[in-house]
Nanobody, 112 residues
Framework: VQLVESGGGLVQPGGSLRLSCAAS????????MSWYRQVPGKERELVAT????????RYAPSVKGRFTISRNNAKNTVYLQMNRLKPEDTAVYYC??????WGQGTQVTVSS
């Protein structure tokens, strides 16, 4: 199993970033996919989940209305569109298939 995140970087408050997570080594369409984030010294936080069924996507209250999770099953990729970014969104962002598999993470820094 491999999960490879990309798209992180430095952005000013109010800006946008789009994260991608390319998945391989498992049947992507059978799994719900999630984005998490972690700040040093704190527990990993669930940000958003997209299901492999028609269940609605889920978001942490802190990002609802600003972030959008989506998936492209043909490309085995899950995305996280992040708009109106805030300094408190600064973290390492990880994707997961809910089966104990994690990517290496991508750093997002929101700062002026």
């Amino acid at each position: 199993v491999q999960l490879v995140e990309s798209g992180g970087g430095l952005v000013q408050p109010g800006g946008s970033l789009r994260l991608s997570c390319a998945a391989s080594g498992f049947t992507f369409t059978r799994y719900a996919m999630s984005w998490y984030r972690q700040v040093p010294g704190k527990e990993r936080e669930l940000v958003a989940t997209i299901f492999n069924t028609y269940m609605p996507t889920r978001y942490a209250p802190s990002v609802k209305g600003r972030f959008t999770i989506s998936r492209n099953n043909a490309k085995n990729t899950v995305y996280l569109q992040m708009n109106r970014l805030k300094p408190e969104d600064t973290a390492v962002y990880y994707c997961s298939n809910g089966a104990g598999d994690w990517g290496q993470g991508t750093q997002v820094t929101v700062s002026s």
